[in-house]
């Protein structure tokens, strides 16, 4: 493994103490996990200490962790994860944070901290139904206003759940229920009798 990696998480351990949760080195990143009372007082030492200097969020989605590992996770279902550069020391690290209602996930806004979090947490928002506290202007950014639901949640249904189709009776778009019949998506293998020669 890199020795500016171990370097990275050497001096991550020592700042930060019990704020981590947990730390993981593997396939030559690095990856931290913090609680939720501690994800703004964690990403602000990030980026001030220059130590670290992560000065750029390069990424921040939401993930929904209710199927993982073939359905035996018993963690938390919502989980947010940023990645962070530092240009001044050329590291990068990946930190996670999970929120701790299933029903109400609410996690801090990085907004405030890194300006690029803006429009991610507008994504995890809409996608995900990850609410963050904090953030000046949450709302739908990808789906339409009526928009019913967070199409990024394993539990959302695949085909939706209302449809949008343009009525020339009415001269207007409409909104229905969707007229999709459910269908198995199993592929068949169907041969004919004597297929390549057999009897």
Known sequence: MSDRL???????QRFLEERIQKIELARRELTIEVSAAHYLEVATILRDNPEFHFEQLIDLCGVDYSDYADGTWSGPRFAVVSHLLSIQHNWRLRLRVFATDNDYPLLASMAPIWNSANWFEREAFDLFGILFEGHEDLRR???DYGFIGHPFRKDFPISGNVEVRYDPELKRVVYQPVTIDPREVTPRVI???QYGGLK
Do not use: N, P
């Open 6 to 12: 171990i370097q990275l998480s050497d001096t991550l």
């Open 141 to 143: 950014i990808l789906t």
């Open 191 to 193: 041969r004919e009798e």
